[in-house]
């Protein structure tokens, strides 16, 4: 027996909300996923205030970091 679509929508909302949740994936998204941090390794976790932006832009200075004398 066919589903109506309300029934469709309400399966294919509870599989979404369920990959969302146990954070499943297909193989297109985990191979997308790369990095070099060891297996069991974390970051560190940081909880310090972002820095301001200066108030005043810096002088205009070339791209390349070259100066010239």
Not at 48 to 65: D, K, L, Y
């Amino acid at each position: 027996m066919p589903l109506t679509p309300a029934e469709q929508a309400v399966k294919t909302a509870k599989a979404r909300a369920t990959r969302e949740a146990r954070h499943t994936m297909g193989p297109a998204q985990k191979a997308l996923i790369t990095g070099a941090t060891p297996q069991g390794a974390t970051a560190p976790v940081t909880a310090s205030a972002p820095e301001a932006a200066p108030a005043v832009a810096p002088a205009a200075t070339p791209a390349t970091g070259v100066t010239k004398s």
